[in-house]
Nanobody
Framework: QLQLVESGGGLVQAGDSLRLSCTASGRTSSLYNMGWFRQAPGKEREFVAAISWNGGVTRYADSNRDRFTISRENAKNTAYLQMNSLQPEDTAVYYC???????????????WGQGTQVTVPS
């Protein structure tokens, strides 16, 4: 019913910025709350940021709230994650996800993209 595809990842140096995009297709994609998660090798998938269906409410993990910004353009069926001042600790596969509720809980998200790799060498 809902398909999500991430793009915008790559290899950048520490201190650089990236903007990830998540394009959605399918039924009523604009009505879903959107989240960004990441998973590093050997780690659990962790919450990064979330945004309500209308963009009015945002949530961030404590570790990145001062560096990352989540946004969405419903007319383009796209959610974004602007990442500034990237550090090696940010290296992970980044996933976008959709949920019927605004939540930080990974298990509450119903739809997931395939991920895009972000690499920040030390």
């Amino acid at each position: 019913q809902l398909q999500l595809v991430e793009s915008g990842g790559g290899l950048v140096q520490a201190g650089d910025s990236l903007r990830l995009s998540c394009t959605a297709s399918g039924r009523t994609s604009s009505l879903y709350n959107m989240g960004w998660f990441r998973q590093a090798p050997g780690k659990e998938r962790e919450f990064v940021a979330a945004i309500s269906w209308n963009g009015g409410v945002t949530r961030y993990a404590d570790s990145n709230r001062d560096r990352f910004t989540i946004s969405r353009e419903n007319a383009k069926n796209t959610a974004y994650l602007q990442m500034n001042s990237l550090q090696p600790e940010d290296t992970a596969v980044y996933y976008c996800a959709a949920s019927a509720v605004l939540t930080l809980e990974v298990g509450r998200y119903e739809y997931w993209g395939q991920g895009t790799q972000v690499t920040v060498p030390s």
